[in-house]
């Protein structure tokens, strides 16, 4: 294995092998191999990796250890690390690390850079500006495709993607040029005879996860940004897209477990960070959660009358969440992916209504019946049975409504998912249980 | 807006403004549009669409309405239709048609795409082979750049991507050259010494998950697909892979839900199917519940004596199955990421123990003081305080261990997510509680 070997290398310096490992392993891999090292053997493996893959290794790092690297880095060193790195990179960098590392970077760029940098770390977070790069290709559509061609060579080398090309005039976007169009097309043929006008594009202050829907739904490599005045000012690429799209499906998912989400890996995030994404929404659910429990004491009677009531409790609690926690959980996933809108609540309301009359129906049969042969007792099946369609089709209703209500109210739709609901669902089923047990036992309150 | 404009000129047969509105629409848009067409109206939209667009217009679709258009097209529509497709497209295509409809489309394919087709339909579903498209350039290392361009300019616009082509030598893959590099290099450059030959590969029977994996972590733009003896059969292109990180976080989520996943959009799906996809998964888990409150009742005597115990039931009960389910889904999330493996076993254990030391102190001195003060019953509070320590390690224990357990028997662990849990931590907090409740209080069971 490879990590091994280099380990072994390098702490018997020798840096002729060392290097060439470096020499044909691919940079991400490189970057989690260094993660390895202590401090020391950390800057030594570094300037052992080939300069033309040094800073796609450093971009590659985590923030901690790009900190330790720019420490020890002379201003040279430092200077060709940026220079290389794509602009998306060093912003996404520089919004992470501290303060006194970000002005040293700043200092060290150029003065052109560095109003770049500062234009891109002005955009709101998770916005379309904040992961452009303002690296791309552009072309005048009086070019031919030689010309072309030719500007590709002699800028291309530094763009972050040149197989999407530009057409641009005082700014504006008149078109696309694919290199594979470039590529299969003659050489005199002028770039706005070949240049796409049906074009993508986003706005700067644009949501990360719309910048995802477009690519997904067009199957893009590169989508154009445009400010307020519709002038071009960078490009998302794909695998900054893909990257949105599994880090937003992560944060869903978190937050659908009532947990803060982080931008940490599982075990990158400490024991305190961990409880302290999790203790809060812990304790409002608790809190929510003794309601119910306030609830159940003013029906003391009735299962003092009939015990066996309680043993209810759990099964009537937990298909009620369950139940909410399925149509909340589709609706949400519906709206993150797009298909899902405000103004289809009353069409998802209406399909959650037959969808649950359906489970209800089944369920409560299914429980009807084996309480009637369990406990011989026709009323208390008819009780279990009535509160289990009734619990079904709320908790469907509940979960299909609120998670479309907080979308409107621009809130994250994620929050209203499983845990939430359940607290929610919880109260209603007891009210509902306890309220047809009465009735049909003749209990008093 | 152009869909209204559309509707009303086709009504009007205009075809003349509908074929020029065609001609400037996305074909995903267009595909988009079609949908909401009658049959007539459907083909004879279809028939106004430009040449060039038709074929991406037609992959683009929904399976019912490729079938109904594959039904009215002539032989020749349909070959010329099928000529345009990519190979993946028609393979995508033809695993959801009827038979009948199969069987129409592999007679009219010429006999060695039928070949092709019949191979890529053989691979398992979900699998790399499956999603993969047989057509990519391929070079030979001793070309020169002019030559590899002469040859792209040929082969490559009938091939899905031409950004990355694959270097072979008897149907072994040595190295990989990019459209960046033969577009940034000198014309008589030896491919040899351009290529690449760090490959990230991968096989043809690998999971999709996995494939979706290495384009997040190496940013790649396609993925060359092995087969068993190391010969080069495909590659997967990163739209794929995008709509494979999109689909299996979906996937993901709605098991989480316990609901079988379905392939469809949530309004697509119809009532029925909607029923039946969460019907299984509740019977099960309500049944599971009903346990619990069989083992209720072993505590009638308990809860006779102090009611007041019934109503803490919920909070303890939601408390766990939160806890819990926080734990699961950070820990499916992270073998869905390649973030923890089975091997990390011990290690979350060890963080989750850790963590819940400190998430169930923080709820418990909460939740003891609110008792205090609410009942003034310092054993009540104790009692309570400690349930809600106990059961939070130990629903954190079991939400951590369950995933992987479950990974390593080749489950889907996402199935080991909040319901199952919190049906498992139900029972375990109910026996925690009411045994030390027994003891503090000196019950009689």
Same mark, same amino acid.
């Given at each position: 294995?490879?990590?091994?070997?280099?380990?072994?290398?390098?702490?018997?310096?020798?840096?002729?092998? =060392?290097?060439?490992?470096?020499?044909?392993?691919?940079?991400?891999?490189?970057? @989690?191999?260094? @993660?390895?090292?202590?401090?020391?053997?950390?800057?030594?493996?570094?300037?052992?990796?080939?300069?033309?893959?040094?800073?796609? %290794?450093?971009?590659?790092?985590?923030?901690?250890?790009?900190?330790?690297?720019?420490?020890?880095?002379? #201003?040279?060193?430092?200077?060709?690390?940026? +220079?290389?790195?794509?602009?998306?990179?060093?912003?996404?960098?520089?919004?992470?690390?501290?303060?006194?590392?970000?002005?040293?970077?700043?200092?060290?760029?150029?003065?052109?850079?560095?109003?770049?940098?500062?234009? /891109?770390?002005?955009?709101?977070?998770? !916005?379309?500006?904040?992961?452009?790069?303002?690296?791309? =290709?552009?072309?005048?559509?009086?070019?031919?495709?030689?010309?072309?061609? #030719?500007?590709?060579?002699?800028?291309?080398?530094?763009?972050?993607?040149?197989?999407? $090309?530009?057409?641009?005039? @005082?700014?504006?976007?008149?078109?696309?040029?694919?290199?594979?169009?470039?590529?299969?097309?003659?050489?005199?043929?002028?770039?706005?005879?070949?240049?796409?006008?049906?074009?993508?594009?986003?706005?700067?202050?644009?949501?990360?996860?719309?910048?995802?829907? /477009?690519?997904?739904?067009?199957?893009?490599?590169?989508?154009?940004?445009? +400010?307020?005045?519709?002038?071009?000012?960078?490009? %998302?690429?794909?695998?900054?897209?893909?990257?949105?799209? =599994?880090?937003?499906?992560? #944060?869903?998912?978190?937050?659908?477990?009532?947990?803060? &989400? !982080?931008?940490?890996?599982?075990? #990158?995030?400490?024991?305190?960070?961990?409880?302290?994404?999790?203790?809060?929404?812990?304790?409002?659910?608790?809190?929510?959660?003794?309601?119910?429990?306030?609830?159940?004491?003013?029906?003391?009677?009735?299962?003092?009358?009939?015990?066996?009531?309680?043993?209810?409790?759990?099964?009537?609690?937990?298909?009620?969440?369950? $139940?909410?926690?399925?149509?909340?959980?589709?609706?949400?996933?519906?709206?993150?992916?797009?298909?899902?809108?405000?103004?289809?609540?009353?069409?998802?309301?209406?399909?959650?209504?037959?969808? !649950?009359?359906?489970?209800?129906?089944?369920?409560? =049969?299914?429980?009807?019946?084996?309480?009637?042969?369990?406990?011989?007792? &026709?009323?208390?099946?008819?009780?279990?049975?009535? @509160?289990?369609?009734?619990?079904?089709?709320?908790?469907?209703?509940?979960?299909?409504?609120?998670?479309?209500?907080?979308?409107?109210?621009?809130?994250?739709?994620?929050?209203?998912?499983? &845990?939430?609901?359940?607290?929610?669902?919880?109260?209603?089923?007891?009210?509902?249980?306890?309220?047809?047990?009465?009735?049909?036992?003749?209990?008093?309150?």
């Amino acid at each position: 294995m490879n990590r091994d070997i280099f380990m072994e290398l390098l702490a018997q310096r020798e840096f002729k092998a =060392v290097r060439s490992i470096l020499n044909v392993m691919n940079a991400v891999d490189i970057a @989690s191999l260094l @993660s390895e090292l202590d401090d020391r053997d950390l800057a030594l493996a570094f300037r052992l990796i080939p300069k033309d893959k040094a800073a796609e %290794v450093f971009a590659n790092m985590g923030n901690s250890l790009q900190s330790k690297l720019i420490d020890v880095f002379t #201003e040279k060193e430092l200077k060709e690390i940026l +220079d290389d790195m794509y602009m998306d990179d060093t912003v996404d960098m520089l919004e992470d690390l501290p303060a006194n590392v970000v002005t040293r970077i700043l200092e060290t760029v150029g003065s052109e850079k560095r109003a770049q940098i500062n234009i /891109l770390l002005r955009y709101p977070e998770d !916005s379309a500006g904040s992961i452009m790069t303002t690296e791309y =290709v552009d072309l005048r559509r009086q070019m031919t495709v030689r010309e072309a061609m #030719e500007h590709i060579r002699r800028v291309g080398i530094h763009k972050e993607t040149i197989y999407t $090309c530009y057409v641009l005039e @005082s700014r504006r976007l008149l078109g696309i040029v694919t290199a594979k169009d470039l590529m299969t097309s003659e050489d005199n043929v002028q770039i706005q005879d070949l240049m796409e006008t049906e074009i993508i594009s986003i706005g700067t202050h644009a949501d990360q996860e719309e910048v995802a829907r /477009l690519f997904a739904k067009y199957d893009l490599l590169a989508l154009p940004v445009l +400010d307020a005045d519709q002038c071009m000012v960078g490009i %998302v690429t794909v695998d900054d897209a893909m990257d949105v799209v =599994v880090d937003e499906a992560t #944060e869903d998912m978190t937050l659908m477990a009532a947990v803060n &989400p !982080s931008e940490k890996t599982y075990f #990158e995030t400490s024991v305190f960070e961990h409880a302290k994404n999790r203790i809060p929404w812990l304790l409002v659910l608790m809190l929510t959660a003794a309601i119910t429990g306030t609830i159940i004491t003013r029906y003391e009677n009735a299962f003092a009358a009939i015990p066996l009531l309680v043993s209810f409790i759990p099964m009537l609690m937990d298909t009620g969440g369950n $139940c909410g926690s399925q149509s909340s959980t589709l609706i949400i996933r519906g709206i993150a992916l797009g298909e899902i809108q405000f103004r289809d609540l009353f069409r998802a309301v209406f399909k959650e209504f037959r969808i !649950s009359l359906l489970v209800g129906t089944t369920l409560a =049969v299914a429980n009807g019946l084996r309480i009637l042969i369990m406990y011989r007792d &026709p009323s208390l099946a008819f009780v279990i049975a009535v @509160s289990l369609i009734m619990t079904v089709m709320l908790s469907k209703m509940i979960g299909c409504t609120l998670p479309l209500l907080a979308k409107k109210v621009h809130l994250d739709p994620a929050i209203m998912a499983a &845990p939430l609901i359940t607290t929610i669902v919880d109260t209603c089923s007891i009210l509902i249980y306890f309220n047809i047990a009465t009735l049909v036992f003749h209990l008093t309150l």
